[in-house]
């Protein structure tokens, strides 16, 4: 099981962290990703890493932006989100796959989301 936290309110060009903390000790083999899903609009990709950490993918719309980093010592996946945009605001959601990467499907575990919301 994953359980994302750490989301809130914040300002426009400020910065959150969210984590995601998972139960079991395969978590460490798992590729994670994080996802979000806006009012309105369909689930999207935002962040992955590989199980190791040595890899990590991002949609072009956070690139440099947010950092994904991850602690298998720890069952924890990290999302640092600075110079956030009122677009940003979504529920986000992390998600472990062995095959998925990149994409907004295919995952074999789901966080139960958390809530982002930037204000103007």
């Known amino acids: 099981q994953l359980q994302a936290s750490g989301g809130g309110l914040v300002q426009a060009g400020g910065s959150l962290r969210l984590s995601c903390v998972a139960s079991g000790r395969a978590f460490s083999t798992y590729a994670v990703s994080w996802l979000r899903q806006a009012p309105g609009k369909e689930r999207e990709f935002v962040a992955a890493i590989s199980w190791s950490g040595g890899r990590t993918y991002y949609v072009d719309s956070v690139k440099g932006r947010f950092t994904i980093s991850r602690d298998n010592a720890k069952n924890m996946v990290f999302l640092q989100m600075n110079s956030l945009k009122p677009e940003d605001t979504a529920v986000y959601y992390c998600?472990?796959?062995?095959?998925?990467?990149?994409?907004?499907?295919?995952?074999?575990?789901w966080g139960q989301g958390t809530l982002v919301t930037v204000s103007s």
């Open positions: 998600a472990a796959g062995r095959t998925a990467w990149g994409t907004s499907v295919g995952y074999d575990y």
